[in-house]
């Protein structure tokens, strides 16, 4: 799977801290994220794509 996290995070300006503080996550999940090394749990994985309002394809991918 892979993702547009780091993008779309870049895009608002925000660290990899400020996107964990808006999810309730540690930064090293958000980094594990964005690198490949951890997929998201379903309910994660739909909080990020509502927070950057977007359906959960337009941040992730299948490979």
């Given at each position: ?33 964005e690198t490949g090394k951890y997929d998201p749990s379903l309910p994660l994985a ?18």
């Amino acid at each position: 799977m892979t993702n547009r996290l780091r993008v779309l995070r870049a895009e608002r300006n925000w660290s990899q801290q400020d996107l964990a503080e808006r999810l309730g996550v540690s930064r090293q999940s958000v980094n594990a994220i964005e690198t490949g090394k951890y997929d998201p749990s379903l309910p994660l994985a739909f909080r990020i794509a509502r927070l950057f309002d977007l359906p959960i394809e337009g941040v992730f991918s299948a490979d």
